[in-house]
């Protein structure tokens, strides 16, 4: 068994614009200053309250719940137009179909909704390459290792026969706390300084280097 769990946003898909602009829309829906976007790109692969949370802490809670609400009623209508943009990173479909027909076991971590996973994978045409979806819907925010731990036991793989991959501090940190060897990808929204302090055993610069990091 070898089981390598994926994050989405960051690792995967750049999908920041799309994230940005739904994140301006719900804080202006909710009374709310805009966020600089700076400050929303640090924050992609959190679950969404929490995002909000760190985005705007001093916001009462009310407002902030309000901005949880309209982010998902404009991600969804920017998706449902047609006009969310979310590609995936260079080299990721070959590494993907590569590492499955080495036999890799494949699998997703995000702070994504299931309806928004289902749909990006969906898109892209590799949904079938992967044995477990995890995400935020169903399990605490990163770096909490519940759903990393659950993708552990979809797949029937150890901790030890697993491997995180992730473009943020927050998987590194999920990875450690869930004893799975953390890899860091600097493509994403956190430089590679970030994720060797976080705990990543490594850190691939584009996706042929990731390959080997996995098979090494």
Not at 18 to 29: I, K, T, Y
Not at 80 to 86: I, K, N, P, V
Not at 192 to 198: G, P, T, V, W
């Amino acid at each position: 068994m070898r089981l390598a769990v994926f994050d989405c946003d960051g690792t995967l898909v750049d999908g920041q614009a799309p994230v940005c602009d739904a994140m301006e829309e719900a804080f202006a829906a909710a009374g709310l200053a805009a966020p600089d976007r700076h400050a929303v790109r640090r924050i992609v692969g959190l679950s969404l309250p929490q995002a909000v949370r760190r985005l705007a802490p001093d916001a009462p809670a009310e407002r902030q719940a309000a901005a949880v609400e309209a982010y998902k009623r404009a991600f969804r209508a920017t998706r449902e137009a047609g006009r969310l943009e979310e590609p995936l990173f260079d080299g990721i479909e070959d590494l993907l179909r590569g590492l499955h027909a080495e036999g890799w076991t494949l699998a997703v971590a995000t702070g994504k909704s299931d309806r928004g996973l289902a749909a990006c994978l969906a898109g892209h045409g590799i949904a079938d390459l992967f044995v477990s979806l995890q995400t935020a819907d169903r399990h605490p925010s990163k770096p909490h290792p519940a759903m990393l731990e659950a993708a552990l036991f979809e797949a029937g793989a150890s901790a030890g026969e697993a491997m995180m991959i992730g473009d943020t501090s927050f998987d590194m940190a999920m990875a450690r706390a869930a004893g799975v060897r953390a890899i860091g990808v600097c493509w994403g929204y956190h430089a590679a300084r970030e994720l060797h302090e976080a705990g990543a055993h490594a850190v691939a610069r584009h996706a042929s280097e990731l390959k080997d990091i996995l098979n090494g």
